[in-house]
């Protein structure tokens, strides 16, 4: 089949914006509809991982992004009292699974993102409906405030409460609660020096870590009923977190209320039957939302993105052409088992990190710190199969730039020597 001439993606966050680059790297006419006045994200920071990292070297972004890691030394786990349950170092984490572990806001990320693309690509304010998906027959049709789009493909990449979802799968019961709320900040905290921490105690937890720029992305979670949120968030936090070891204190001490952001935990506890109907993809937490507990989620929905874009690609090389159809069940196919295996863990994760239970939560210390005397690589195991997932298709943007950067250099030096 011919190339797709028009893609519509469904929602500006960062896998919707991650599948628009790699659908204009591939030819593509490319369309983002953002309902939210402006793409600055609502949320914090996000924690990218070496698989999320190599998922960005095919559109160019990874070492740009790489560059942002300021966790270089030591860190770990901590019971409330200060205790270390386990340590581990970034030196470790980047020899285990070929690359650092970024923490960065997640405004820069999409602001990178979004200088990818071509003026005008993105639309702003712009409520989008799936009318149609379409098939093999028709074009995928979505309603706008300024009329109605025709694409030979639509991204669905709409968040957790995805109405591109409902459309294509109405039989789905959609998201449930996790049974935990979180909070989260960046903040200045001047004068405080610690170690990158996540902290485990009955029903709560909490993490500090440092960011590039010099401030602090805290987060905490803790068992609580759903829609409790309180007139003062930091408040809560205090009563909650505030006897805990340092830097806690000095994070809360440093933190208004206005900088202190609360959002219940949804996840889709059934899987979907696909990733696509018709000529409609869905893509990260529309597609497979999991609870934070693994910091897979954004991750995910980037290696979605740029597994999509290859399928589509892959069909188009193929002697004869495919249909999008086929294509996008070949990203089905590739996708779904993955993302639904890494959300099931980071359910099982949750159960054990958030576990109310005395008895349990001294079985989870006693085990965690043995596998900690026996060494880091015991403790980095269970991202074993997550982290080091490579992306189906080299060379990336940045290694084809990097050689023809060497090219000229080399070129330019024969010419000074001639």
């Not at 994200?41 to 990218?48: K, Y």
């Not at 007139?231 to 006897?243: F, K, Q, V």
């Amino acid at each position: 089949m011919a190339q797709p001439t028009r893609a519509v993606v469904i929602g500006g966050g960062i896998g919707g914006l991650t599948a628009a680059v790699a659908l204009h790297r591939s030819g593509r006419q490319v369309t983002v509809l953002e309902r939210a006045r402006s793409l600055e994200p609502v949320g914090a920071a996000i924690s990218l991982a070496p698989n999320a990292l190599r998922a960005l070297d095919v559109i160019g972004l990874g070492d740009t992004i790489r560059d942002l890691a300021a966790w270089q030394g030591d860190g770990g786990l901590r019971t409330p009292s200060g205790r270390w349950l386990s340590r581990s170092s970034a030196a470790a984490a980047q020899r285990r699974f070929g690359g650092p572990l970024v923490l960065l806001h997640r405004a820069t990320l999409i602001d990178h993102l979004a200088a990818l693309l071509p003026e005008g690509t993105v639309r702003t304010a712009c409520e989008a409906t799936l009318a149609d998906p379409g098939d093999a027959h028709r074009p995928a049709r979505v309603t706008t405030p300024d009329g109605e789009l025709e694409a030979d493909l639509v991204v669905g990449a709409d968040g957790i409460h995805s109405a591109v979802r409902r459309t294509l799968f109405p039989e789905h019961p959609g998201p449930v609660y996790s049974g935990f709320t979180t909070w989260r900040v960046v903040i200045p905290v001047p004068g405080v020096r610690f170690a990158s921490h996540e902290t485990w105690g009955r029903g709560r937890i909490w993490g500090t870590h440092p960011l590039k720029d010099g401030r602090v992305y805290a987060y905490a979670a803790a068992v609580t009923p759903a829609g409790g949120r309180g007139p003062d968030e930091r408040a809560e936090l205090l009563r909650s977190y505030g006897d805990w070891h340092d830097p806690i204190p000095a994070v809360l001490a440093a933190a208004r209320p206005e900088d202190v952001l609360r959002h219940d935990v949804y996840h889709l506890a059934e899987p979907l039957p696909a990733y696509h109907r018709g000529r409609v993809a869905l893509l990260g937490d529309a597609a497979h939302a999991m609870p934070p507990t693994l910091g897979q989620g954004g991750n995910q929905a980037i290696e979605d993105a740029i597994v999509l874009a290859f399928s589509l690609a892959l069909g188009s090389a193929r002697a004869g052409g495919t249909t999008i159809a086929d294509d996008l069940a070949g990203y089905s196919a590739a996708r779904l088992p993955r993302t639904t295996a890494i959300a099931r863990q980071a359910v099982r994760v949750a159960r054990l990190n958030m576990t109310r239970n005395r008895a349990v939560m001294a079985v989870r210390n006693t085990a965690i710190a043995a596998l900690s005397l026996a060494g880091p690589a015991l403790v980095l195991r269970g991202f074993d199969g997550i982290a080091d997932w490579r992306p189906p298709q080299p060379p990336y943007a940045s290694v084809e730039a990097n050689e023809a950067n060497e090219a000229n250099e080399a070129n330019e030096a024969d010419a000074g020597t001639r």
